[in-house]
């Protein structure tokens, strides 16, 4: 197989381990940069309208514009969100770094408030920092 469908069974296998294993995690996706902008890739959750978000909007736009995990404990309480499911009540958002470039992004909602903590942070910035390897 291609070094591209390789590449596309890493993202499909993360997303799966994640959702698949992870009781609070009910919505599981990546976002990557195409010109300029993030797209949506693989996931695992409800439908979402948002498949191209501009980077600064949004709770993924801002990750990718500070270059930071962004947790938000209630989704309600931020008024630059971009609201996918009515069920979501929480959400993280960890950048995909190369040096200081901004590959992608994981994106997670939880229905529980509050649902992520810093073990979820630590985890989900080891998955993307061995992604960023291979990127
Ligand atoms: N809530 C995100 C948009 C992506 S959907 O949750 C899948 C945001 O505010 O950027």
């Not at 901004?102 to 920092?129: K, M, R, Y």
Request: hydrophobic share 35%.
């Amino acid at each position: 197989i291609s070094k591209e469908e390789q590449l596309d069974n890493v993202y499909q296998g993360i997303v799966e381990l994640l959702d698949n294993n992870i009781p609070y995690y009910n919505w599981t996706g990546f976002y990557m940069i195409e010109n300029g902008e993030l797209v949506l890739g693989h996931y695992l959750g409800a439908h979402t309208d948002h498949t191209h978000i501009q980077i600064g909007q949004g709770i993924c736009g801002q990750a990718a514009d500070r270059k930071e995990t962004f947790i938000v404990d209630d989704v309600t309480k931020e008024t630059n969100y971009l609201a996918c499911s009515f069920e979501t009540a929480s959400e993280i958002v960890v950048p995909i770094l190369k040096g200081d470039d901004v590959l992608g992004e994981i994106d997670i909602d939880s229905h529980e408030p509050s649902a992520f903590d810093s073990l979820d942070q630590h985890l989900l910035e080891s998955i993307c920092a061995k992604l960023a390897e291979r990127l």
